[in-house]
């Protein structure tokens, strides 16, 4: 079993995943892990609790267990509100609306939710659980290594969108439709639970030979996740509003694929340590 303390410790932990077929969700705990290691000690952490933090644990211990009517109430109102979202953007989602599709009241929301800003977050969440995490491919893949990985939910990500059309308009909404409160939620969520097992892939990269050492790896973690995303939603977003991400008369004839190539030979010229994948 791999140590939380020891980031090189990473492939073993990346043995234990679940099979092919499967989504990896492991791989989002191992880079949890790597970030809970590379972080410096919090020195106020002792053995002599704090009132406030005597009191927070206390609060926690007798926090009730949510029935199972609460949870199934809120499933519903997320699955409702996602299809809102999705239909009608963030602005001209109403709460009012939701609730009365639902036959609840509107308050009942705001006691599972808190706001509407918090109802989209969890949202944005829930979208993003739906796809899949780096290393969740089939085992050839991922012998193949980092670049193999990258090219593989390049490929799949027209596959995906009509699958899961919903949550990936929601992503969209999150990622370049949100104000900047809710964005800056969003990010936080994003850095603090690499939903996506960046850092995950990025380290077996590293231990590979494959991606650069020589350069701080959570720039690394983030420009991929950057350059990823950005790429991704280029390619899928052509369909149904075109030039959203390119300027009007861009090269947008070749094919899918060759254009995949073409942004993997610049991200392995950016992370790239010289090797070829």
Sequence with gaps: MYDSRNPESVKLGIRHLRPQGTVFRGAV???????????????SKGHDMSETSQSS????????????????????ILETAMRHFADLGYEATRLSDIAQEIGIAKGSIFQHFGSKDGLFLEAYKAALRTF???????????????????????????????EHDIAYRIILLGNYGSDLKLKKQINRYLVNEDPLGTLALITIGVQRGEIRDDVDRELVVSF????????????????????LFRRPGGVGTKAKQDRIEEFLRV???AIGNGKAA
């Design 132 to 162: 899949p995490v780096f290393l969740d491919a089939p085992q050839e893949t991922v012998q193949q290594g980092f670049f193999a990985l990258v090219r593989h939910h390049l490929a799949r990500s027209e596959e995906f969108r009509r």
């Design 29 to 43: 705990l191992v880079g949890r892990a790597i970030r809970a290691a590379t972080r410096p000690e919090d020195k």
């Design 224 to 243: 991929l996740d950057w350059t990823f995303e950005r790429f991704r939603d280029a390619l899928l977003t052509e369909e149904f509003d075109p030039g």
């Design 57 to 76: 644990a206390a609060a926690a211990a007798i926090e009730p267990v949510p029935s199972s009517r609460a949870q199934k109430k809120h499933a519903r």
């Design 267 to 269: 991200l392995r010229s």
